[in-house]
């Protein structure tokens, strides 16, 4: 079974920068849709960045385009969240998420959602404040 471990999270003063590691058990970086998420206390889990290896594309959710990027390193299965330009409302825990996929499949943004995911990590809290 899939295992992902998140690192990196911590607390950082608005403004600042957190880059997110994902640690998958195997190789994930070929047929897989891997996704990070955050949730914040009270509120629904909510997709952040989603990115398809079946055809490298990859989304964003509006509150974060141009502030985050998702990023992979395939020698050590790794997935990454570099966060930028932190904003308070940034702050929760982040997870991440993989499903494996059919190689050419194409798959819409909307699917960046978390009952697309069948592997989650613990998690990692953000904080964000001054």
């Known amino acids: 079974q899939l295992q992902l471990v998140e690192s990196g999270g911590g607390l950082v003063q608005p403004g600042g920068s957190l880059r997110l590691s994902c640690a998958a058990s195997?190789?994930?970086?070929?047929?897989?849709?891997i996704g990070w998420f955050r949730q914040a206390p009270g509120k629904d889990r909510e997709g952040v960045s989603c990115h398809s290896s079946s055809d490298g594309s990859t989304s964003y959710a509006d509150s974060v385009k141009g502030r985050f990027t998702i990023s992979r390193d395939n020698a050590n299965n790794t997935v990454y969240l570099q966060m930028n330009s932190l904003k308070p409302e940034d702050a929760a825990v982040y997870y991440c998420?993989?499903?494996?996929?059919?190689?050419?499949?194409?798959?819409?943004?909307?699917?960046?959602?978390?009952?697309?995911?069948?592997?989650w990590g613990q998690g990692t809290q953000v904080t964000v404040s001054s």
């Open positions: 195997k190789f994930i970086l070929d047929y897989y849709y």
């Open positions: 998420a993989a499903v494996p996929i059919s190689r050419g499949v194409l798959l819409p943004s909307s699917l960046c959602v978390p009952r697309t995911f069948n592997s």
